[in-house]
């Protein structure tokens, strides 16, 4: 009976021991990230200081400052059948020139370290449209019946004296 114990007490042991080594193992992964974390920090803030009011954060910048290697876009979602109203077809990749379809497409960023960012992951910072408040609601009165006829005649349009005028002659 002794023994069935000694047994059980260590592969208890045993147990807290693989235990004990995967929660060193992940804090070791979550002190890593967090220094990763603080070095990208470091250098926005560097970035940032390196930027002056005066110079135009633009495109351009921004990808030599992330150090991006590639950008995919995915295809917008169809909502036609045909693209008849669409623009010219061309390879440019001018970013000035998409439609709002594409500017929506979720996009998959690769930087040079071969690291991925998504939108998938992005929040929309959006703000809640304001109500208006109850007291400005109006109350309307229904009346049952038909909708009475306004008894207003026209009278009858007279152009003989346009008849012998020619379409020049009607204008001056």
């Not at 207003?152 to 002659?169: G, M, W, Y």
Request: net charge negative.
């Amino acid at each position: 009976m002794m023994r069935g114990l000694v047994v059980q007490v260590k592969q208890v042991e045993g147990k807290q021991d693989r235990y004990m080594e995967e929660m060193k193992r992940i804090k070791l992964e979550n002190e890593k990230v967090k220094k990763e974390n603080e070095e990208l920090k470091k250098e926005i803030r560097s970035i940032k200081e390196e930027i002056s009011d005066n110079d135009q954060w633009n495109c351009v910048q921004f990808i030599y400052i992330v150090r991006i290697a590639a950008i995919y876009t995915e295809p917008p979602e169809v909502n036609q059948l045909t693209d008849e109203d669409s623009r010219d077809e061309d390879d440019s990749g001018d970013l000035d020139k998409m439609t709002g379809r594409q500017i929506c497409a979720p996009v998959e960023i690769r930087r040079h370290d071969n690291s991925r960012m998504n939108t998938d992951n992005i929040k929309a910072d959006e703000t809640p449209i304001p109500s208006l408040p109850g007291s400005k609601q109006t109350d309307f009165e229904w009346i049952s019946g038909d909708i009475k006829e306004p008894s207003i005649e026209f009278r009858s349009a007279d152009f003989t004296e346009f008849a012998n005028l020619t379409p020049v002659e009607i204008f001056e």
